[in-house]
């Protein structure tokens, strides 16, 4: 199995968990089945859509001249939606839970700034800023559609969301990439494994020193944020209540997928 190829099924992995991802939260905050699928295949693919259609690819979206990438999210939001309900209440350790996603997230957002930075490269006219760009649009582009379809606060624009630093992160993993691909052009100068892994791993430990540290950007004052934050879901309970007291909201029947409306954390 050559570097190219792990990178590929890398690829694929990150795939189908951005598209859990994208499903589970859009499960959690109401949608139904065709909601979440489609939710979830806009967090997969939406950010290389971007990208392809920014620097003009051949053949349009990438998922149109390659099928499989598009089965693999369909797939994998449609087993969300339908197991997870049933898969949450028998998680013992949640905490281990998440940390395993992050770990998978993390390895995803860095195999996507690799794509993402080399059809910059190849479709962008060899420019690095147009390269890094293009590998930041395909980590984090698809987690900015599935906020806003969602209603949430894009997380990767917003440092008291977020909670740590993201596409900051994937444009540091794709400057890797590019700098590397610019000073050593061929395979006899340094090795595509290297070229290829070492911006992933770098990806991976800083979203790792991230999230454990809390690192993020800097922002105007957050409290006043978290305030607004507040205030709006202050007033969302209220008028809630005021339907329910007005018979407008009735309580369905229990099921399955009946899921919590509140948000999920996700993938960027």
Same mark, same amino acid.
């Given at each position: 199995? +050559?570097?190219?190829?792990?990178?590929?099924?890398?690829?694929?992995? %990150?795939?189908?968990?951005?598209?859990?991802?994208?499903?589970?939260?859009?499960?959690?905050?109401? $949608?139904?089945?065709?909601?979440?699928?489609?939710? %979830?295949?806009?967090?997969?693919?939406?950010?290389?859509? &971007?990208?392809?259609?920014?620097?003009?690819?051949?053949? %349009?979206?990438?998922?149109?001249?390659?099928?499989?990438?598009?089965?693999?999210?369909?797939?994998?939001?449609?087993? +969300?939606?339908?197991?997870?309900?049933?898969?949450?209440?028998?998680?013992?350790?949640?905490?281990?839970?998440?940390?395993? $996603?992050?770990?998978?997230?993390?390895?995803?957002?860095? +195999?996507? &700034?690799?794509?993402?930075?080399?059809?910059? $490269?190849?479709?962008?006219?060899?420019?690095?800023?147009?390269?890094?760009?293009?590998?930041?649009?395909?980590?984090?582009?698809?987690?900015?559609?599935?906020?806003?379809?969602?209603?949430?606060?894009?997380?990767?624009?917003?440092?008291?969301?977020?909670?740590?630093?993201?596409?900051?992160?994937?444009?540091?993993?794709?400057?890797?990439?590019?700098?590397?691909?610019?000073?050593?052009?061929?395979?006899?100068?340094?090795?595509?494994?290297?070229?290829?892994?070492?911006?992933?791993?770098?990806?991976?430990?800083?979203?790792?020193?991230?999230?454990?540290?809390?690192?993020?950007?800097?922002?105007?004052?957050?409290?006043?944020?978290?305030?607004?934050?507040? +205030?709006?879901?202050?007033?969302?309970?209220?008028?809630?209540?005021?339907?329910?007291?007005?018979?407008?909201?009735?309580?369905?029947?229990?099921?399955?997928?009946?899921?919590?409306?509140?948000?999920?954390?996700?993938?960027?």
């Amino acid at each position: 199995l +050559t570097a190219g190829g792990i990178i590929r099924l890398l690829d694929y992995a %990150g795939t189908a968990v951005f598209a859990h991802a994208g499903a589970l939260q859009a499960g959690k905050r109401g $949608m139904d089945a065709l909601g979440c699928v489609i939710v %979830g295949c806009v967090t997969a693919l939406g950010g290389g859509s &971007a990208r392809g259609v920014f620097v003009g690819e051949p053949g %349009g979206v990438f998922w149109a001249c390659e099928p499989i990438y598009l089965r693999i999210a369909v797939v994998a939001a449609a087993v +969300t939606f339908a197991a997870w309900p049933f898969i949450d209440g028998k998680i013992v350790n949640r905490r281990l839970a998440r940390r395993v $996603m992050n770990w998978l997230d993390a390895i995803g957002i860095g +195999t996507f &700034a690799v794509v993402g930075a080399s059809k910059g $490269m190849l479709h962008g006219g060899g420019d690095p800023l147009i390269a890094v760009a293009c590998g930041v649009f395909t980590g984090s582009f698809g987690g900015v559609i599935r906020d806003v379809l969602t209603g949430a606060p894009p997380r990767i624009l917003y440092s008291h969301q977020a909670r740590s630093a993201y596409a900051s992160v994937v444009a540091v993993g794709a400057a890797v990439y590019v700098a590397l691909s610019c000073v050593f052009p061929s395979p006899e100068t340094l090795p595509t494994a290297l070229r290829l892994f070492a911006p992933v791993a770098i990806v991976v430990a800083a979203r790792r020193e991230a999230w454990t540290r809390g690192w993020r950007l800097p922002s105007y004052d957050e409290r006043g944020a978290g305030a607004v934050d507040a +205030t709006r879901s202050e007033a969302a309970a209220i008028d809630t209540r005021a339907k329910k007291k007005d018979g407008v909201v009735a309580a369905g029947p229990a099921s399955p997928w009946s899921w919590p409306s509140s948000g999920g954390r996700g993938a960027r």
